[in-house]
């Protein structure tokens, strides 16, 4: 039955993609991106940089290389839903969920919307005929089909256990709501299901980074070229002929800032996903990397001011970390406009620069 319905909702979204595609042949993406290089200034230098990353211990080949780059799903190694918190708050979890108001809304939304509105319709009309003893077997069942579409660093016997786990403290209205709203449920344990891997997978990095399984290495090389969609040259001491412009206002205030120092050499705005990262427990992009006369390398995080709640902590602690066995050249520093949070590494703007300025 799952299959079924994902059969359908998998050829609504094929019929999407095409038509996408077809409209945008000869257009905007027919084009080539604008290409920025390295500035000639500093193309034989960047040639030379490569810069610390986290590697893991993996088992010796015949060509050598004990280590390769880490990766999260490296550290889900050992990871089992069998002991794991099975408690789920299903309190928002309405059938009606994914109804969309196309007119509201307008196109850019309700495509994905839609194709979960037909799955969990599909679904639906399949459990209004089956016996009510029956329920919540097949409820269960394909809740795990569900699941085992999106997640494969669990078995398909250790979902299905967790599920299970996960009905049993479910109350009757619960029970009843599920099986009226099968993809928002499934979405409720997946989230849970990672909540749950990202905190075995921070503890498992620091226990490997102290035992010796993780260490860091030159890895990293600044690409020749960067393609931003949007970009700008107004900025002085840039590391590309253009930078990705995509920053804040709080970012352009640092930035503007930084660049005014006499010993900075150049700047660099990292690209998410597509540039250099810490990749830790998590892949973390900071917003700049910074280089200064003196050679230092500087990976700075702007976060205007701290909220509680958010993930600067878990970033800082990461960076810090990185900087303390990259090499003393590194440093990792987290910028907050007026309120910083009280660990290390962590300066409001005024604050940054005079540390900066040292360096």
Known sequence: MTSQASEQAE????????????????????NMLHQYSIQTNWQ?????????????????????GAYAVLNPVHLLEGFSLRQQD??????????DMYKVDISDYGEAVPKYQRTRQMESDYLRE???????????????????????????SC????????????????????????????????NK???????????????????????????????????????????????PKSLYEAERNDMNIFENKVIDAVVGLDNIKWWHRIIDRKDFCINGFINHYPDFLLCTMK????????????????????KLKLGRRWQSVAGSKYRYFMVFDKRALQQEGAYTLEDMLGVLQSL
């Open 189 to 235: 344990i997946q989230t849970k299901i990672k909540q749950l891997q990202a905190v075995y997978q921070e503890k498992t990095f620091y226990e490997w980074l102290d035992s010796g399984k993780i260490i860091c290495q030159s890895n990293y090389q600044m690409p020749k070229i960067i393609t931003p969609a949007d970009a700008t040259d107004s900025i």
């Open 11 to 30: 050829q609504y979204e094929s019929e999407l993609k095409a038509s996408e595609e077809s409209s945008l042949e000869g257009g905007e993406l027919g």
């Open 126 to 152: 399949y459990l209004a005929r089956v016996p009510e003893a029956k329920k919540v077997n097949e409820c269960t069942k394909l809740l795990c089909g569900q699941l085992n579409k999106f997640n494969n």
């Open 295 to 314: 050679g230092n390398i500087i990976l700075l995080e702007s976060k205007g001011d701290y909220l509680d709640g958010d993930d600067s902590k878990t």
């Open 86 to 95: 099975a408690t789920i708050n299903f309190a928002m979890a309405e059938g």
């Open 44 to 64: 034989d230098e960047i040639k030379l940089l490569t810069l610390p990353q986290f590697c893991v211990e993996t088992a010796p080949d015949l060509f050598g």
């Open 155 to 186: 078995s398909a016997g250790d979902i299905a256990a967790y599920v299970g786990r996960v009905i049993e403290q479910m109350d009757a209205d619960e029970v009843a709501n599920m099986e009226t709203a099968l993809p928002v449920y499934a």
